[in-house]
């Protein structure tokens, strides 16, 4: 039996959640809630991402529950699931209300921006019949798990650096510009910079230490909108960094890529590279190889894995709150490195 969900928010990132549920036989998508009245009437044509386009979706009403509040849909009893596709400072709140009605939740990164909130999804988690499982899209995004088997296998030895960058023009489609604001949002630093810290932190575990630099720059003033992290590890050798930041201009692309130094080789991954995205370049080779991979992106995996989860009874393991917790903590971290202008410890 297929699992029956429901998504709330209907913006890009919902939209691109909905289509999958749609096109993924293991659910059946039984009500979707937004506050727009064109998008609660099936007219999905709206909104927009800055990673590729979310289609354009037309559906009838008459057979999906269409709801304007979410407290409605949270308490169809034909919703099995809830996917939260909400603004950032929404989150906590309508996920916690999910759990306590014993509702499966995926709830969009970043779960939130603040610790306290982020420590009261996790002890509902732990009262809840169900589980919450964050959209940490990169841990299964292909490339990139790619590059976590290649570090646990050291296939290609052990990892002598590791450079990560994400970077845009700021994000001009949100809801009345909540996104910049950096007290909704987090800024940069939480709803673009947190990919690549938490990915660090799948790879290569907690570091000690980090080292931030950073600034508000053009977009939201008193967020972080730029950051540069050093994580710094046990390995003094060991070069870990991640840029991110949406202070580009506006013709600037999206872009979003990973450098990593092996004993025996250095891959290259490159999300704008059409048809080279992820390039292996080995010692005793002069040409670079092209590494093909699964064609699903993302966010196909992860609603597959949660979907797969819910299915089998298990608990997700790739994610779990309490990851998202400790990376939303890291993140913190980095924040007052930034400000502070100093190393941070981690606890």
């Known amino acids: 039996m297929a699992v029956r ?22 659910a059946e998508v039984t009500a979707y809630c937004d506050y727009d009245p064109n998008r609660t009437k099936g007219d999905m044509s709206t909104g927009g991402g800055n990673v590729g386009e979310a289609k354009k979706l037309n559906i009838d009403p008459t057979k999906v529950k269409a709801y304007f509040e979410p407290d409605e849909l949270i308490n169809d009893p034909n ?12 989150h906590a709140e309508i996920a916690i209300k999910a759990l306590k009605a014993g509702k ?4 969009e990164k970043p779960l939130t921006v603040s610790l306290k909130e982020a420590d009261q999804i996790v002890e509902a988690s732990k009262k809840s019949k169900a589980f919450i499982m964050p959209a940490h899209c990169m841990r299964f995004w292909p490339e990139w798990d790619w590059l976590k088997k290649a570090v646990d296998s050291k296939e290609f030895g052990k990892v002598h650096s590791a450079t990560f960058k994400r970077f845009a023009a700021a994000p001009g489609w949100s809801a009345k510009n909540w996104i910049l604001n950096p007290k909704l949002s987090g800024a940069a630093l939480f709803d673009l910079h947190i990919h690549d810290t938490d990915f660090v932190r799948f790879v290569f575990g907690n570091p000690k230490a980090v080292f931030s630099v950073g600034n508000g720059g053009k977009s939201t003033r008193d967020g972080i909108d730029h950051v540069v992290t050093s994580y710094l590890y046990k390995n003094p050798k060991l070069v870990v960094v991640a840029e991110g930041g949406w202070n580009a201009d506006t013709s600037y692309p999206f872009t979003m890529r990973y450098t990593v130094v092996f004993d025996k080789a250095t891959v290259d991954f490159d999300a704008s590279r059409e048809g080279k995205v992820l390039m292996l370049h080995r010692a005793a080779e002069k040409v670079g190889e092209v590494v093909k991979v699964a064609t699903q992106n993302g966010w196909q995996l992860e609603i597959d894995y949660f979907l797969e989860c819910i299915e089998k009874k298990t608990k997700p393991t790739i994610i779990t709150v309490k990851e998202a917790r400790e990376s939303i903590a890291l993140v913190h971290a980095e924040e007052k490195s930034i400000r502070e202008r100093k190393i941070v410890k981690i606890r």
């Not at 969900?5 to 293991?26: A, D, S």
């Not at 499966?104 to 709830?107: H, N, Q």
């Open 79 to 90: 919703v099995d699931a809830v996917d939260i596709c909400l603004p950032t400072y929404l």
């Open 104 to 107: 499966y939740v995926l709830c």
């Open 5 to 26: 969900v429901g998504v709330i928010g209907l913006g890009f990132m919902g939209r691109t959640h909905l289509e999958i549920h749609l096109n993924n036989p293991r």
